[in-house]
């Protein structure tokens, strides 16, 4: 791997497992491991799901208006909650990709211990490389940020997918390009991945790859955002703790949380949204 993409690793394996520690009280109860933003209700009379959890998953399920889903792949899968819904939703099998081998292993054990290891699998693997063949589903939701060679990773979807099989991909995006960002720069550096991708860079990416695109959302009105003077100390906060911390952990820690506190700065200024894409391979030629 590159020095970037190394990095990027790093703070993606020790973010996954600070998440997994904090979040054992809520598992105890029976709630699941999220590693996605927390979304807030719909407005009133608007079409989105109630959460950003089990809501989101039901939410895009019933948006496939009945296409098949026996077979679906999971593309950044995590601790494998939303794979583990999938599955059901589609009653048949799923596979689950994460560069992240503690992911791996905690998925793996939570599907047997609910009795989907026969439908459920994870595997630690790039997204650059082959993702398999026959899939009726793809799933990519806020996985594709880290990817510094998206056209290579859509192709990759592509040939994975069955024809007329659907690619839902749901991403944190720029409205627009930006010749010089401040708080764009701050999250590529913090995250050690490309700038923020623009909407239209996202279309044009699915178009090169051959995947048409049916149905799009914008879900920003339920991204939640702090206020300012909030939004500045938690700033503070976070560059001391990245400059004084002895912890190379906690110093790639804070990396995280200050990216997150960068796009939360764009969400909070308008410039960013959170786009869900539905598209398909299409059917081949008769």
Known sequence: ????????????????????????????????????????????????????????????????????????????????????????????????????????????????????????????????????????????????????????????????LRPGGVFVWVEDLARAESGDDGDRRELAAAWASPPLRSVAAARGALQRAGLRTFRTFDLSPQVPVAAGPRLAARRARLERLRRWSPLPAMRRLAAAFAGGAALERLYARGAACYVVWMSERPPEAA
């Open 1 to 160: 791997m590159t020095g970037r993409a190394t990095d990027a690793a790093a703070l993606y394996e020790t973010l996954s497992r600070w998440q997994w520690w904090r979040s054992r009280g809520a598992r105890a109860r029976g709630g699941g491991l999220e590693l996605r933003k927390r979304l807030l209700p719909p407005p009133s009379g608007a079409d989105g799901p109630a959460d950003g959890g089990a809501g989101l998953d039901e939410w895009l399920f019933a948006r496939l208006d009945g296409r098949p889903a026996g077979r679906v792949l999971d593309l950044g899968c995590g601790f494998g909650a939303s794979a583990q819904r999938w599955a059901r939703f589609g009653g048949g099998e799923l596979v689950g990709v994460t560069p992240s081998p503690f992911q791996v292993a905690k998925a793996s054990a939570a599907a047997a211990r609910v009795g989907l290891a026969a439908r459920v699998r994870f595997v630690r693997q790039a997204l650059t490389g082959p993702l398999g063949d026959g899939f009726d589903i793809v799933l990519a939701i806020e996985a594709l940020g880290h990817e510094p060679d998206l056209d290579t990773v859509l192709t990759n979807v592509r040939r994975a």
